[in-house]
């Protein structure tokens, strides 16, 4: 039992030397990263993790066009950005940056708009009550005690509308709950 439990507490050590190399980021620099890193290549998000001072990543990613993707919404949208707190008016590029990119996504015909599409989102709630967005071939998604979706109707490029789906015990048995926002 020893030996397991030091072997454990050395792989640990191991592991956050400095393998991690967000870790080394300001708290600024992991939210903007964070948020921006849906829009990265692999070959950018190394890129801009092998720059060694604050200064160089900001300049890489001035330099790339990524910087003004998320500095060009107010302080308070940035907040709910990192949060995840995705409301009606958004643009797209606010939600990827939220949520990710969608699980799926739609052409909706019938609306009131040029360009209507759905967006579809799965989430997972741990026990403690803690919300991470689904993704493919989740190594959590037996543990979760709650799966649910939302599905955002983008008028135009624009939220218009968000309805939530519960689904108990599993994807396929989804039903719809009354939480819908927006038209």
């Given at each position: 039992m020893h030996r397991a439990v030091s072997a454990l507490i050395i792989a640990g050590l191991f592991l956050s030397a400095g393998c991690d190399k967000t870790k080394r980021l300001s708290y600024v620099e992991?939210?903007?990263?964070?948020?921006?890193?849906?829009?990265?290549?692999?070959?950018?998000?190394?890129?801009?993790?092998?720059?060694?001072?604050?200064?160089?990543?900001?300049?890489?990613?001035?330099?790339?066009?990524?910087?003004?993707?998320?500095?060009?919404?107010?302080?308070?949208?940035?907040?709910?950005?990192?949060?995840?707190?995705?409301?009606?008016?958004?643009d797209e590029s606010a939600v990827n940056m939220a949520w990710g990119r969608p699980h799926g996504k739609n052409l909706v015909a019938g609306r009131l708009a040029e360009q209507s599409y759905e967006l579809k989102y799965r989430f997972e709630v741990?026990?403690?009550g803690d919300v991470t967005v689904w993704t493919p071939k989740s190594k959590t998604e037996h543990k979760a005690a709650l799966l649910y979706q939302v599905q955002l109707v983008l008028d135009d490029g624009r939220v218009a509308k968000m309805v939530r789906t519960d689904c108990v015990p599993n994807w396929n048995y989804c039903e719809k709950i009354k939480w819908t926002k927006g038209q």
């Open positions: 992991r939210d903007h990263f964070q948020a921006l890193k849906v829009f990265m290549t692999d070959d950018q998000r190394k890129a801009f993790l092998k720059n060694k001072t604050e200064e160089e990543r900001n300049a890489y990613l001035r330099k790339v066009g990524l910087w003004e993707a998320f500095y060009k919404y107010d302080e308070r949208k940035r907040e709910d950005i990192l949060k995840g707190d995705v409301k009606v008016g958004w741990d026990r403690y």
